[in-house]
């Protein structure tokens, strides 16, 4: 199977510590977690994905609004320098310990924080990534 994710969760990825909205929200990224470190791949869309799922019952629901949208063109767009290629809707990538290790380096150093600027995590976010990353649930194998 493949895992369809919004660009901007190829960050939040990076930082996930069982942390989110509801339990159901958790319950849901927690299971994508262990799909990502099995080793399935990505599958890049737009709009809400299987992170999002949860959420799509509420009322109104962030997933569509355009903060979220534009999130997810800074994410693409800062991804897809680090990775050297364009990172757009109906993309496959297959992650690994040194993708993400070199993600989560430049997370660290802020060249990918363009798109989390007024994320209500973004302040989690950085305390993760100068802890080293130690408590994420996204653990792949030693290269």
């Known amino acids: 199977m493949t895992i369809r994710l919004r660009a901007h969760h ?3 990825m990076l930082t996930y510590v069982g942390k989110g909205y509801t339990p159901a929200f958790t319950d849901n990224y927690d299971k994508i977690i262990a799909r990502l470190a099995a080793g399935e ?8 994905d ?5 959420l799509l019952g509420e009322k109104d629901p962030h997933c569509f609004w ?3 949208v534009e999130r997810d063109a800074k994410a693409a767009q800062a991804v897809g320098l680090l990775l050297g290629k ?3 809707s109906g993309d496959v990538l297959t992650l690994d310990s040194a993708i ?3 993600f989560r380096t430049a997370f660290r150093q802020g060249s990918t924080r363009t798109a ?5 995590w973004f302040d989690l976010c ?4 100068k802890a080293g990353y130690a408590d994420t649930r996204l653990q792949l194998p030693p290269l």
């Open 10 to 12: 190829l960050l939040c």
């Open 41 to 48: 791949d990505i599958l890049i869309q737009e709009g809400p």
């Open 50 to 54: 299987d992170v999002c799922q949860p």
């Open 66 to 68: 355009d903060s979220v």
């Open 86 to 88: 364009t990172i757009a």
């Open 100 to 102: 993400i290790a070199r």
């Open 116 to 120: 989390c600027t007024g994320c209500e």
């Open 126 to 129: 950085s305390a993760v990534s």
